[in-house]
């Protein structure tokens, strides 16, 4: 291959670099971290504070502490028990995070967990005005007491509310649509606030 | 292939990235485009030859641009509406609504910039225009959109419905506006008149007539709409309300009349009593289900039967059943039923469950609005508070039907009569069922939203307690509870009777709801 042939390719093979460094540069990824609101509103746990490592073995794993509301067992009142869950990167991961440790149950005596098994979260978003929107999916053979449907009711919409900042209030769909109700009583056709009324005094 | 020699390699490889960085940077350097909107030449920066600086755009429209420095996100405001352009996203939130853009918006050098088409699609149409760009000239110019003025005001023009609703001894006549703006109302002589002061109207027609005792028509002449009254000693005065953003009218009844001779006005018939009991759930949805097999559905229907029979025997009244089978009913479609029959009270029963083993015994809800959002608070807090400036009759006469403006609220408007009826049926319900008394309570209930009379949710029981389960099965538990609340309902009413004989009076009579 003659002298000018391999400069020729060294153009061309230059412009490619190039144009690579182009598209690179206007996809850069300080643009992109920076879409993301603020989400965490605690504090991150204790230094040296570990999440629970499944094999025993403590790694450790950067934490936040959270506060997840749970019933009591006598009367059905929500009571706060704090935990510390692995540091989640983004609202939809935090979110998920808390709707699983409420699902999961308290783990202090006394207390029970008001999510049904068969009511899952499918997604969670954190919109620019401060509204969650929990996309849940709920098993067609559930059926709940206005009791019971308010506590599951409060304890997400508490819970997201105490956890995640910048939010305001909280909007509950169920498979992806706007529904009425749960199971007929509590009124979702509008985005729910702090609900008090179900914390015990 | 012959490997090239290895030394001119790097150096005209360096030369040639030196070489495009250089093209790539003049390629995206500071171009400027010129906005032309109302007659002035705005600058627009530019990045490439398609994309433009999203705030200076918004400037040149006459939107007021802030950054968060923390996200990057630019809120404009202006024109009655909030656009938040955020870097990276094609989802850009308008006002309450998500407009979706062909690209994302980028950000370039710490400004954010969008493609033509994005916007033209969201900004343009926000502050009444629509525009051209000339790439030739790097020039857009901007033409107003139908009934927007360019000398005008730098509001959007406003598009307006009207709802005329009459519900007691008022009419609310609703005002439902495209973005928030300030009026003025007066009182004229045939009716009020309620001017917009900082937004041109686009007039949504110039008369329409309604079948309203209070209220005959609403018109339109530019900014100005009148609420033209039936009777022209009628009382009125205007509200606005956000979320959605509205005006409201209400019209009273006539007051300061002297020298008319109080002629009794056309009397209606005595008004007999309507009372709507709706049995919860139905159909497909049980409701909860006792360990036992119970289905609170069955509970709420035998109760409803009872109740509806037992009412009319202390109280002179029309009972209406929302249903009277096993068959499923919208929430919402219950409460219509209650508004449609001008019932007086709404009725709601159920049978409550828990996961708390402890939870048992009789309990009454009435709405809360705690957790509904800002409207809702807003439309209770008016209750006493009439906004300064209205035209207001006697202040001192707090009309108890005075501010509710959407049917989903028209129980705030209630919650004080709500709270006596709840009180009254927690009494009886401790006295008689034996059931503890976990007091009354408050909960955003959806079927207790949209009533327009005092409307509560009685949970008759734990259906998910064992032993309360075989209760609420048992026939004469269903009838003392049924009982209960028929007394705690002649209580309410204070006139506890005995009704007229079967067939002498046509007051007393159960009615089930035609099925749906």
């Keep these: ?201 | 292939m012959s490997t090239p020699p290895h030394r001119p390699v790097v150096p005209c490889l360096a030369g040639i990235l030196v070489l495009a960085l250089a093209m790539h940077g003049s390629a995206s350097g500071q171009q400027t485009a010129n906005l032309v909107f109302r007659g002035e030449s705005r600058p627009v920066a530019m990045s490439g030859r398609d994309l433009f600086s999203v705030a200076d755009a918004a400037l040149a429209l006459g939107f007021k641009v802030s950054r968060d420095t923390t996200t990057g996100v630019l809120t404009l405001s202006g024109h009655g509406h909030q656009v938040l352009a955020g870097p990276g996203t094609s989802q850009v939130p308008v006002d309450s609504r998500v407009v979706e853009i062909s690209r994302p918006v980028r950000a370039i050098g710490g400004a954010l910039y969008a493609p033509a088409e994005s916007l033209e699609k969201v900004l343009f149409p926000l502050a009444g225009a629509t525009g051209t760009w000339e790439p030739g000239n790097r020039v857009w110019s901007l033409t107003p959109i139908a009934g927007f003025t360019a000398q005008a005001d730098p509001g959007a023009p406003l598009s307006i419905d009207v709802a005329v609703v009459h519900v007691g001894p008022t009419t609310q006549v609703v005002f439902r506006e495209s973005g928030p703006a300030r009026i003025t109302p007066q009182l004229v002589a045939s009716g009020l008149q309620v001017r917009w002061i900082d937004r041109k109207v686009v007039v949504p027609f110039a008369e329409r007539r309604f079948d309203d005792p209070l209220v005959a028509a609403v018109r339109f002449e530019g900014d100005t709409a009148t609420v033209v009254f039936r009777d022209p000693n009628s009382s009125a005065h205007a509200y606005p309300l956000t979320d959605p953003d509205r005006i409201v009218v209400e019209v009273g009844p006539v007051v300061n009349a002297p020298e008319i001779e109080p002629s009794v006005p056309p009397p209606a018939p005595s008004p007999a009593i309507t009372i709507v009991v709706d049995p919860g759930h139905g159909g497909g949805e049980t409701g909860a289900i006792g360990p036992g097999g119970l289905q609170e559905k069955d509970v709420t229907l035998q109760i409803a039967r009872r109740l509806a029979a037992a009412i009319p025997r202390l109280l002179s009244s029309r009972v209406v059943l929302t249903r009277d089978s096993d068959s499923a009913i919208s929430l919402d479609d219950r409460t219509s039923l209650a508004n449609h029959e001008k019932a007086n009270l709404f009725l709601s029963l159920h049978a409550n469950s828990s996961k708390a083993t402890g939870a048992h015994g009789s309990e009454t809800y009435y709405l809360s609005l705690e957790s509904s959002d800002r409207l809702a608070q807003e439309v209770a807090r008016r209750e006493n508070q009439p906004l300064p400036g209205t035209v207001a009759p006697a202040a001192e006469a707090p009309n108890p039907d005075l501010d509710f403006i959407l049917w989903d609220l028209a129980q705030s408007a209630h919650l004080n009569e709500s709270s006596r009826l709840a009180e009254a049926i927690q009494t009886q319900l401790n006295v008689v069922s034996k059931t503890d008394n976990r007091g009354i309570k408050q909960a955003p209930f959806r079927v207790l939203s949209g009533a327009t009379m005092p409307a509560v949710l009685v949970e008759v029981g734990f259906i998910s307690h064992a032993e309360e389960e075989k209760q609420l099965k048992s026939a004469p538990f269903q009838q003392s509870v049924a009982d209960a609340i028929a007394r705690a309902v002649a209580d309410f009413f204070g006139k506890r009777q005995p009704a007229p004989a079967p067939g002498t009076g046509p007051a007393a009579a159960t009615t089930p709801a035609p099925t749906r």
Aim: a positive charge; glycine letters at 8%; aromatic letters at 4%.
């Design chain 1, 1 to 201: 291959m003659s002298r000018r042939a391999a400069a020729i390719f060294l153009l061309v093979m230059g412009a490619a670099v190039a144009g690579l460094l182009y598209l690179t540069r206007s996809s850069s990824p300080t643009a992109r971290s920076r879409r993301t609101l603020p989400f965490l509103r605690v504090t991150p746990a204790a230094s040296g504070a570990v999440a629970p490592a499944p094999s025993g073995t403590a790694v450790p794993v950067e934490t936040v502490r959270v506060t997840l509301f749970f019933a009591d067992a006598a009367q059905g009142k929500l009571h706060p028990e704090e935990r510390d869950v692995p540091k989640p990167p983004g609202p939809g991961a935090y979110l998920r995070t808390l709707f699983e440790e409420l699902a999961r149950g308290p783990s202090r005596p006394g207390l029970v967990g008001v999510i049904p098994p068969r009511l899952q979260l499918r997604n969670g978003f954190l919109l620019a005005n401060g509204e969650v929107v929990l996309d849940l999916a709920v098993d067609a053979s559930l059926s709940f007491g206005s009791a019971e449907e308010l506590s599951i009711v409060a304890s997400l919409v508490d819970t997201v509310l105490q956890n995640v900042a910048n939010t305001r209030r909280v909007r509950i769909l169920v498979n992806g649509e706007p529904v009425e109700s749960l199971g007929g009583h509590v009124d979702l056709t509008r985005p729910l606030s702090f609900v008090r009324s179900e914390l015990a005094s």
